[in-house]
């Protein structure tokens, strides 16, 4: 079965920290470059980040600038979202998806997307 499959949410508390991986199944991230969007209770899809393939370049939205960091291990078919410093309005439920090229936009041609994993930033 060809997937993509998240982990890592949880609640945690303001200012602090989850890292997320995106494993793939079935297929190698290797062709693909990996987005990270994040959709929050009665809003619309966020791309929060992108990898592109080799790790070549890296793309972040302003609002996780400088706290989230995206990363790929393609030995391990994974691609991660460490996310630092926690804010409330970073709760969502996160998603991976693999397409042909950073950067991404809710409106990508997608070829694998994830179920999502979800965290709560709250004290």
């Known amino acids: 079965q060809l997937q993509l499959v998240e982990s890592g949410g949880g609640l945690v508390q303001p200012g602090g920290s989850l890292r997320l991986s995106c494993a793939a199944s079935g297929f190698s991230l290797d062709y693909y470059a990996i987005g990270w969007f994040r959709q929050a209770p009665g809003k619309g899809r966020e791309v929060v980040s992108c990898i592109s393939t080799n790790s070549a370049s890296t793309n972040y939205a302003d609002s996780v600038k400088g706290r989230f960091i995206i990363s790929r291990d393609d030995a391990k078919n994974t691609v991660y979202l460490q996310m630092n410093s926690l804010k409330p309005e970073d709760t969502a439920v996160y998603h991976c998806?693999?397409?042909?090229?950073?950067?991404?936009?809710?409106?990508?041609?997608?070829?694998?997307w994830g179920q999502g994993t979800r965290v709560t930033v709250s004290s």
């Open positions: 998806a693999a397409a042909d090229f950073c950067p991404m936009d809710s409106y990508s041609p997608v070829d694998y």
